[in-house]
């Protein structure tokens, strides 16, 4: 079967560092990404990801292991407008996008 | 802004009743998906079409729903005899098939409330 892995909630501090772990195991692999999405709304697009390492994209970052079957979302400087989840989803051998349940971050002053 | 456009945004629906929802994806976008997602899940994959074909369909997909577009530009996606576990945000998305990166770019969603 195909699973999506990521953590269900965390908490971090205004202006800290935070790293969303997502492990996955897929039929075939076109691609990872992260959505972002605030309470109520839909989920917008943060990053992709197809070749193993970090990609860098101002205060958020991305990295793959495809071998590993593992991702992570890096958050810098943490602003109180980063509260939401954070949706890790795959693009299968389909080319499909298979969802995790999603992160919910809370960002404390 | 011409992003995707879902209309309505709310419905509120009696149990037994038929509703019909409405996609309108990014012009120049050849796929459109229909997503359905429930408090604290991700979105559940539930078709898209490429133009207007319907190339999939999820297993998990009762035949009281259907979905069409038929000149492969809007969308609509209609659920009969709704039940309460239907209640849920209805999630369109739309893409530029490149068999690369294909970021898809979501609507607001309809939330439907089955009573």
């Known amino acids: 079967g195909q699973n999506i892995d990521q953590p269900t909630e965390m908490t971090a501090t205004e202006g800290a560092i935070v790293q969303i772990n997502c492990t996955y195991q897929?039929?075939?692999?076109?691609?990872l990404f992260w959505y972002q999405q605030h309470a109520g709304e839909a989920p917008t697009f943060l990053s992709y990801?197809?070749l193993d390492g970090l990609e860098e994209k101002g205060r958020f970052s991305s990295f793959l292991s495809r071998s590993k079957g593992y991702s992570y979302l890096l958050l810098k400087e943490l602003q109180m407008k980063d509260s939401a989840s954070y949706l890790c989803a795959v693009m299968d051998s389909n080319y499909q996008l298979i969802w995790g349940a999603g992160t919910k971050l809370i960002i404390k002053p | 802004d011409t992003g995707v456009s879902q209309n309505p945004r709310h419905k509120i629906t009696k149990r037994g009743q038929n509703v019909t929802f409405r996609c309108d994806p990014i012009s120049e976008h050849n796929r459109l998906y229909w997503y359905r997602q429930t408090l604290g899940q991700g979105p559940e994959f539930l078709t898209y079409f490429q133009n207007e074909a319907q190339l999939e369909k999820s297993r998990l997909l009762s035949d009281r729903f259907s979905a069409e577009r038929p000149k492969g530009s809007f969308s609509t996606l209609e659920i009969q005899r709704t039940e309460q576990g239907d209640s849920a945000m209805y999630l369109c998305?739309?893409?530029?098939?490149?068999?690369?990166?294909?970021?898809?770019?979501f609507g607001p969603g309809t939330r439907l409330t089955v009573t």
């Open positions: 897929t039929s075939g692999f076109n691609g």
């Open positions: 990801n197809v």
């Open positions: 998305a739309s893409s530029s098939w490149t068999g690369g990166d294909n970021e898809q770019y």
